[in-house]
């Protein structure tokens, strides 16, 4: 099936891979560049926070880029699944403290109510996002 021939939306599937990719890749690299302002934001109950960040980073980078191939897409868009369901309780953790981030400019330091709640859908938009990479189209092969 042609480009022209699919739906709209579905067009946009391929480049928006590219985007979803990139975007993992650099938000894991933020995680080792800035590791103490990410494991501010693990929840007390879990051990180890700063080794959680890292190993969240390796996680987003190898699955941003495995999302990439398509050899590896469907499984690494897997992966983001399940780490967007890991990292969860992080979310929640700041959208129900009152923590307020160090090691990052003024304006981000305390983020509003709103925007720390805001952050919960957006994780079930991003695991839609990326589920969308589990299915294969008409014209693909599994």
Known sequence: MTDEA???????????RYVMGGLYVLAGVLHFVAPKVYA????????????????????????????????TRRLSAWG?????????????????????LTGVPDWASDPPAAARWARLPLQAVL????????????????
């Open 127 to 142: 695991a839609l996002w990326a589920w969308w990479y589990t299915q294969p189209l008409a014209d693909e092969t599994a």
């Open 40 to 71: 501010q934001i693990v929840p007390p109950q879990l051990p180890r926070p700063l080794d959680l960040v890292y190993l969240s980073g390796v996680a987003e980078i190898v699955l941003g880029v495995g999302v990439l191939f398509d050899r």
């Open 6 to 16: 699919r739906p709209t939306f579905a067009r946009y599937r391929r480049p928006l």
């Open 80 to 100: 983001i699944v399940a780490l967007l369901v890991a990292v969860f309780p992080a979310n929640v953790y700041m959208a129900t403290s009152d923590v307020t």
